[in-house]
């Protein structure tokens, strides 16, 4: 797994994602914006249980999320990872560039920034921002990238795994959830300033 900076494995893993995205669907329909409210919903109720404190800050959010997606077109929907992050990525040896992309449970349709939004926050997140520049070298190799989108993607993805600190019981989890839903305004921040 990629835990340990592998610029030329997160080049190739960019590149590998471009080529899936590639793919789009012609006969199946995915309604990105849908998807999003939907998801963007149960991530809000889930995080105001827990972590009250932040209930008002992750509605507001919610509406910018929504508010941003209305305002831009998520593009056609193409075959998706679901839940792209450097831990998805196995080298084929310490340091190779040759990889194997894992855990395609969560694969299916959407809009490509979803999953380079994913890899995004995972990124910063783990403090790893050569491997999103790396990622995002190899990915626009095959496509281009929509900076809006993918902010769009990244601030739902720190929302989406907002709890995950509380679910393996770290012992500074609520610095952690509130960290997580900072990152997420401010993706979204910059998703309203990439807009065209």
Request: glycine content about 6%; proline content about 6%.
């Amino acid at each position: 797994m990629l835990r340990e900076p592998c610029a030329p494995a997160a080049h190739t893993a960019g590149r590998r994602i471009a080529e899936l995205h590639t793919r789009v669907s012609r006969t199946a329909s995915a309604d990105g914006l849908g998807m999003l409210e939907a998801d963007v919903d149960g991530h809000v109720d889930a995080v105001a249980q827990v972590a009250p404190w932040l209930a008002q800050r992750v509605e507001a959010l919610a509406e910018e999320l929504t508010s941003a997606a209305m305002a831009q077109h998520l593009g056609q929907p193409v075959q998706l990872h679901g839940d792209l992050s450097p831990d998805q990525i196995l080298l084929a040896a310490p340091g190779s560039h040759k990889i194997r992309i894992i855990d395609l449970d969560r694969c299916g349709l959407g809009p490509a920034m979803r999953d380079v939004g994913s890899w995004a926050a995972s990124c910063r997140i783990s403090g790893q921002p050569e491997l999103l520049e790396a990622f995002l070298a190899g990915y626009q190799e095959v496509s281009e990238t929509d900076p809006a989108a993918t902010a769009l993607w990244e601030s739902y993805a720190h929302l989406a795994s907002a709890l995950d600190p509380f679910r393996s019981c770290e012992p500074d989890w609520a610095a952690e959830v509130t960290r997580r839903i900072e990152s997420a305004e401010t993706a979204v921040e910059n998703c309203a300033l990439s807009a065209p």
